[in-house]
């Protein structure tokens, strides 16, 4: 597509769908419908300018007005911006210094659980005074921390370990994530810093240091829709600035470095890449991404266990890093989007079309073999509790056919 | 202390039979390891394929009313052959399918394509469950010949069970240890895993030795299913994770691509793991107990590749391929 009619097209297309999906709150065809729109603005050939304000348009305003009228697409919206946000963390330790980490989700606890601890009563089991929770304005101070406590423990975890060859970094990274998996599970006693699997609640919420600037334009916004819309907020202006960082990096000195070291280590280092700080870098800063994610997490969920962060969440991410193709930034938005709208929409609402279909006894009829029961479809067959097959499938099929990804990483000139 | 002497004898048997599990499991990753140079990630659903045929079998058996004529070393031969066959098998088909489309390529595609696949039959193995039996927790039915008990001792007391798995696997280490010695085709596989074009030249069909390997690598870890079911009773899709992970562990431990190493890993591992389990609460006055026992395993796995990345018995690595 190009040209004028295409934009015109495109913004029919975006009205239509903004249509559907306001009319039709229950229906997930109609947001998906909604969602295609920001993918086909990515491909349309348009100016920069009408790109931008489209997407602007569309994810600043169009998508708040469709969450005020059903909560449910904020909540994808905000599950789908933490994932993404996730996906360019690691896609920066996989994708552009390729560095196989399979423990990725043990930084996410890791930047979760110091929100949690701090910022619910918890802190009081181990430190007397009972100042905690700790008020909700230093939800920012902890976001920073959480950065720094990321970028801390990646080079601590990378320190001794990078030196060792791809796929045993693979496993140590693994063995790492489930080091701190059984901690967080079982640290509820000699002290009780994290109580274990029973979990930490409540977490305090992010400070609303908008509401009298709220009052003073005379926007009235219900309590209930009011902390969905400020989280979405909240993490679009995170994978915005993620967005940047990475963009900044990328086209670096250091981006250059990391590349170089994916295509040949022996090569880079004859070039005088500093071989070691630059994965170390590289391992840091995808860590800090997952740690201010891990806040940001926390804080939304009220409620966090260890449960949250299991090897599945690691392959998940991966899965969507791999997806949308490995060093790209496009890619691993789009790999965490489509993910995320997999999990989250169309396998759910596959099983509830079946559970639909189970409960009208509807008969299916196969020539020649006779016709079946939907009621007797058993119970147990629901999509939704299959996401580790889906992943598999995605990673096997992925890496047979297309190990680049669907939006590989385009050739810029200095490479 | 006089506690701790007085459980030893117990923990020493807990620590053998896991030691030979882990030994069992950790010979197919490391088998295929030495030919390929390729962490076989899937091998832990191979391993749980295993206890899944296992526990099929027998209650097969029992709905048709044969566990209790049947004399109790034939069902444990059933049981034993069908799940390596079964295993066996699956990692061949696994390596066809899943693996050989993409070995050409770097090494990180066929690892994530291995996590895939893992992943993919972990969930494969739950629906055929759910479908088949509207479960996918299932239980070893209660077989009287294994549940005796043996005291050996004044504090020993050894079950059937534990007896079988120590002489099962003591038995194939041996029969291994002579088909990769003495027969023809444990040479070749032994000389792919040295340098395949090298074998290749002298006339050995690399691709049909991988397979082999595969095969061979897959019915031990069939056989580490059958035997971890028999002994735990309960299995899911998703059991094979952390003994995987342990096994992978002893693997490195001796020597990744090292077959007498991941024998010798594999006991030190599961004796290390049972002393955790028993000594940790009793020295740290319980502030640290049994639930540490993963932690250490992975500790020490950590610590190992840092140290010593070419495991205890490890010879040469070949230098990366990158």
């Known amino acids: 597509m190009s040209g004028a009619p295409a934009i015109w097209g495109l913004c029919g297309y975006i009205a239509a769908s903004c249509l559907l999906a306001y009319f039709f709150p229950q229906s997930v065809l109609a947001f998906l419908a909604f969602q295609a729109a920001l993918l086909l603005l990515y491909y349309v050939a348009a100016p920069r300018k009408i790109k931008i304000f489209l997407g602007a348009l569309l994810l600043l305003i169009l998508l708040p007005v469709l969450g005020m009228a059903n909560g449910y697409y904020l909540e994808v919206s905000i599950q789908i911006g933490i994932y993404v946000a996730l996906a360019l963390g690691l896609n920066i330790v996989v994708g552009f210094v390729g560095l196989l980490n399979l423990g990725f989700v043990a930084f996410y606890a890791i930047g979760a659980y110091l929100w949690a601890i701090f910022g619910s009563p918890q802190a009081n089991q181990f430190i007397p005074g009972g100042w905690f929770p700790l008020s909700p304005n230093w939800f920012f101070v902890f976001l920073l921390l959480s950065i720094a406590v990321g970028a801390l423990t990646g080079a601590l975890l990378g320190l001794p370990v990078l030196r060792l060859r791809g796929d045993y970094l693979a496993i140590v990274t693994l063995g790492f994530a489930e080091v701190v998996r059984a901690l967080v599970n079982n640290l509820d006693k000699p002290i009780n810093l994290t109580n274990g699997p029973r979990g930490i609640s409540p977490i305090s919420k992010p400070p609303l240091f908008f509401e009298p600037l709220l009052e003073y334009a005379g926007l009235e916004v219900p309590a209930a829709q009011l902390y969905p819309l400020y989280f979405y907020f909240l993490i679009l202006v995170m994978v915005g600035i993620i967005i940047i960082v990475t963009r900044r990096l990328e086209s670096s000195r250091v981006g250059r470095a990391w590349k170089a070291i994916r295509e040949d280590e022996t090569a880079a280092a004859a070039m005088g890449v500093p071989v070691v700080r630059m994965k170390l870098l590289g391992f840091a800063v995808g860590a800090s991404f997952a740690s201010a994610v891990g806040v ?17 969440e690691s392959i998940g991410v ?56 939907l009621s007797q479809l058993p119970a147990q067959f629901e999509p939704a509790k299959y996401e580790r097959m889906v992943f598999g499938l995605i990673l096997i099929v992925m890496m047979i056919f297309r190990p680049q990804g669907v939006l590989p990483p385009t050739q810029t000139r200095d490479q | 202390l006089e506690l701790a002497l007085e459980i030893l004898p117990q923990v020493l048997v807990d620590g053998i039979v896991l030691g030979f599990m882990y030994a069992l499991i950790a010979l197919g990753y490391t088998m295929v390891y030495g030919v390929l140079e390729f962490i076989n990630f899937a091998h832990s659903e191979i391993f749980v394929l295993g206890a899944f045929v296992g526990v099929e079998v027998m209650l097969l058996l029992e709905s048709a009313g044969l566990l209790g004529a049947l004399h109790p070393a034939v069902v444990l031969l059933l049981v034993i052959c069908t799940g390596m066959m079964l295993s066996g098998l ?16 770097p090494r990180l595609v066929a690892l994530i394509s291995a996590i895939g696949a893992s992943f993919f039959l972990q969930d494969a193995l739950r629906l055929f469950e759910s479908l088949w039996r509207n479960t996918f927790y299932l ?13 050996l001792g004044q504090n020993l007391i050894v079950p059937i069970k534990s007896l079988i798995v120590t002489g099962t696997a003591l038995a194939t280490l041996a029969g291994l240890y002579l088909f990769v010695h003495r027969t023809k085709l444990g040479i070749a596989i032994r000389a792919v895993a040295q340098d395949p074009d090298t ?124």
């Open chain 2, 139 to 151: 239980n070893y039915p209660t077989f009287e010949a294994f549940e005796r008990t043996v005291p």
């Open chain 1, 318 to 373: 991966l899965a969507m890093v791999i997806l949308g193709g490995m060093g790209s930034i496009p890619g691993a938005i789009l790999g965490a989007t489509g993910v995320t709208i997999l999990n989250l929409q169309l396998l759910k609402g596959l099983s509830l079309w079946l559970n639909g279909l189970r409960q009208s006894g509807a008969e299916l009829v196969i020539p020649f073999l006779g016709s079946y029961s």
């Open chain 2, 90 to 105: 699956a990692a061949v088909a696994l390596e066809r399918i899943a693996y050989r489309p993409v070995l050409g390529g």
């Open chain 2, 199 to 322: 074998a290749s030249l002298m006339g050995v069909p690399v691709k049909r030795v991988i397979a082999l390997t595969f095969f061979v690598g897959g019915a031990l870890g069939g056989l580490a299913g059958v035997l971890f079911g028999i002994h735990y009773s309960l299995v899911n899709p998703y059991s094979g994770f952390i003994p995987g992970m342990k096994a992978f562990t002893a693997a490195v431990l001796g020597g990744i691509g090292n077959i007498p190493g991941a024998m010798l890993g594999g006991m030190m591992l599961g004796l290390l793991e049972a002393f955790a389990a028993s000594y940790l609460s009793l020295m740290t006055d319980g502030a640290f107990g049994a639930e540490y026992k993963d932690v250490v395993a992975f500790l020490v796995l950590i610590l190992i590749l840092i140290f010593r990345p070419r495991g205890l018995l490890g010879e040469t690595v070949r230098e990366s391929k990158a």
């Open chain 1, 296 to 312: 940001l997490f926390s804080a939304k969920q009220v409620f966090i266990n260890p449960e949250s962060f299991t090897f599945m």
